[in-house]
T-cell receptor
Framework: RKEVEQDPGPFNVPEGATVAFNCTYS??????FFWYRQDCRKEPKLLMS???SGNEDGRFTAQLNRASQYISLLIRDSKLSDSATYLC??????????FGSGTRLQVQP | DAGVTQSPTHLIKTRGQQVTLRCSPK?????VSWYQQALGQGPQFIFQ???????QRGNFPDRFSGHQFPNYSSELNVNALLLGDSALYLC?????????????FGPGTRLLVL
């Protein structure tokens, strides 16, 4: 089983829609999680850190389910500018970050 | 406040050649990590440098080597290039003093091996 698994998508949604992605992880020792967003041909940028059961930042909400070993990212009121690939990263305290392959979101007008 | 910078932005090499990529960390950061990102994949960890020493390495062959300088900047060297080394090479900086050692990425160097 891969350390991190994400649905590659693409998720095609209209502007204003709510969309959610899941990310499953295999290492139960994962202490916290990062969501990075990556625009086409650009570097990953930190979107959100999750240290407990979840986190909320404006239109973005992350929820962690440790029992089932997955973390979700919910985006409300999608904007065209939200179109990107979203990368899930469980943090185990090791120095190397292990990325999923990402979920591609395309928000359409 | 300067972020992570990398040079060059793009590079074209032929098989068998050698390449050196450079990275300057974000101000206040002393740790540099290198990642390789193939098309359609997430970044894969190559190695991390701290106090001028490699302190962790991913599953990459010895053709991949690095160095960190006293000013915390870093180089990634790849010898005997293969076609499969074509990828986006990302540098990330962090500081052990920060929460969870959050890593911030530079814009990357896009390497094409012909």
């Amino acid at each position: 089983r891969k350390e991190v698994e994400q649905d590659p998508g693409p998720f095609n949604v209209p502007e204003g829609a709510t969309v959610a992605f899941n990310c499953t992880y295999s290492n139960s020792a994962s202490q916290s999680f990062f969501w990075y967003r990556q625009d086409c041909r650009k570097e990953p940028k930190l979107l959100m850190s999750v240290y407990s059961s979840g986190n909320e930042d404006g239109r973005f909400t992350a929820q962690l389910n440790r029992a089932s070993q997955y973390i979700s990212l919910l985006i409300r009121d999608s904007k065209l500018s939200d179109s990107a690939t979203y990368l899930c990263v469980p943090y185990t305290g090791r120095r190397a970050l292990t990325f999923g392959s990402g979920t591609r979101l395309q928000v359409q007008p | 406040d300067a972020g992570v910078t990398q040079s060059p932005t793009h590079l074209i090499k032929t098989r068998g050649q050698q390449v050196t990529l450079r990275c300057s960390p974000k101000s206040g950061h002393d740790t540099v990590s290198w990642y390789q990102q193939a098309l359609g994949q997430g970044p894969q960890f190559i190695f991390q440098y701290y106090e001028e020493e490699e302190r962790q390495r991913g599953n990459f062959p010895d053709r991949f080597s690095g160095h960190q300088f006293p000013n915390y900047s870093s180089e990634l060297n790849v010898n005997a290039l293969l076609l499969g080394d074509s990828a986006l090479y990302l540098c990330a900086s962090s500081s052990p003093g920060t929460h969870q050692e959050t890593q911030y990425f530079g814009p990357g160097t896009r390497l094409l091996v012909l």
